[in-house]
């Protein structure tokens, strides 16, 4: 199966991808918007999760835009597990963000789960991400409550 | 010459490294001491100082710490037609503030200048960035005056 969704496609998340990744999730533009994170990442607990990381897979979004091929984000799926895994989504360059990047990145991880055979998906969105809750609600998927940390939750089923 | 400095090495900016660059520079924590950058930057001005550099080296620093080596900032000396040209640095890990890398990486960006036969170096550091010029003062520059933007003006003459 291609990963790939018109000018966006999705490559598995290598070692040599760590510092990137760090260096987006050590943004307080994005990590604001991470209910479990108050400040830049550390080394030491960014690498400790890539090593500990167990049923789930992450990729590098990359956009194939202006000029050449890069990396702007990352999607993973987790509990791999259950029937209905959890989809999480970011684009790491801020000054892409409204353009339709993730939209096309998240159809990408629901064809992928529809392709695996799984019954359907999940995600958590901080309630004050207006941009987050809506990309879930247009790509189909249903607000099923909310949880202690005021996460929305979400569920589709195939 | 090898641009090593104890656990701190320099190595050459490539195209490859442009997201990481640009992750570090679109960062509010690191940009807010960057006198001409009022937020995240966008790709296509990222690209272009790519493309359009001249008379300058950029370098990435390498970090060998914990578990692996790693990217975690940059070094660039611009002016190098001239006889003092002017040094630029910052680490974009921004977790590993306050541990000598920027030290180290400075010694290093000196010691290429010498050998390359220049008569000294220059830096601008935003007065308010503490941090910045200590590093500067620390490494034996000396104050010269401050210009129209509010930044410091260094210079280390060999």
Do not use: C
Not at 66 to 76: L, M, Q, T, W, Y
Not at 113 to 120: D, I, P, Q
Not at 138 to 150: D, L, P
Request: no cysteine.
């Amino acid at each position: 199966m291609e990963l790939i969704n018109d000018d966006v496609e999705l490559r598995e998340l290598q070692a040599t991808d760590l510092e990137l990744l760090m260096a987006w999730r050590s943004n307080p533009i994005l990590y604001e918007w991470f209910y479990d994170q108050a400040g830049p990442l550390h080394w030491e607990e960014h690498y400790n999760w890539w090593i500990n990381r167990r049923n789930r897979k992450d990729w590098i979004i990359v956009f194939n835009g202006e000029f050449k091929k890069r990396d702007v984000g990352s999607v993973n799926i987790s509990m791999l597990n259950s029937d209905y895994p959890e989809i999480g989504i970011f684009v790491g360059e801020i000054s892409l963000w409204g353009k339709g990047i993730a939209q096309k990145a998240l159809e990408i991880a629901i064809e992928y789960l529809k392709n695996e055979k799984y019954s359907g998906a999940t995600a958590r969105v901080m309630n004050e991400n207006i941009r987050s809750n809506n990309l879930f609600l247009k790509s189909g998927f249903n607000k099923v409550g909310m949880n202690e940390k005021g996460e929305e939750l979400y569920k589709l089923t195939f």
